[in-house]
């Protein structure tokens, strides 16, 4: 069984920094192409940022560049997402993503999901 598993969200202060975690079981994380998704309220799911298997960053995506930084540790067998100057429209639920083919920007290019963690940032 393949399991992905997102921590770390929390609700924080427009300008604050949070770290998110996405433990990897059944997969490792250094033979696959990862990536982080939101999804805010009302919106639609959308890319953050995707990690190549040897952990050179392949994108993020505009809202978030420079800003974000995507890692992953393959001793621990983790993905990791630092979240930095947080913005209220940042708030959504995080999820990490195993890549299969496909447009790596689309959802549907992914094979595995986590559950999602829940960010908030607002005053």
């Known amino acids: 069984q393949v399991t992905l598993v997102e921590s770390g969200g929390d609700s924080v202060q427009p300008g604050g920094s949070l770290p998110l975690s996405c433990a990897a079981y059944g997969l490792t994380v250094g033979y696959n192409v990862m990536a982080w998704f939101r999804q805010g309220p009302g919106k639609e799911r959308e890319g953050v940022a995707v990690?190549?298997?040897?952990?050179?960053?392949?994108a993020y995506g505009d809202s978030v560049k420079g800003r974000f930084t995507i890692s992953q540790d393959n001793a621990k067998n983790a993905v990791y997402l630092q979240m930095n100057s947080l913005k209220p429209e940042d708030t959504g639920m995080y999820y990490c993503a195993a890549y299969l083919n496909g447009n790596m920007w689309d959802r549907e290019a992914y094979r595995f999901w986590g559950q999602g963690t829940q960010v908030t940032v607002s005053s």
């Open positions: 990690i190549k298997p040897g952990g050179d960053v392949l």
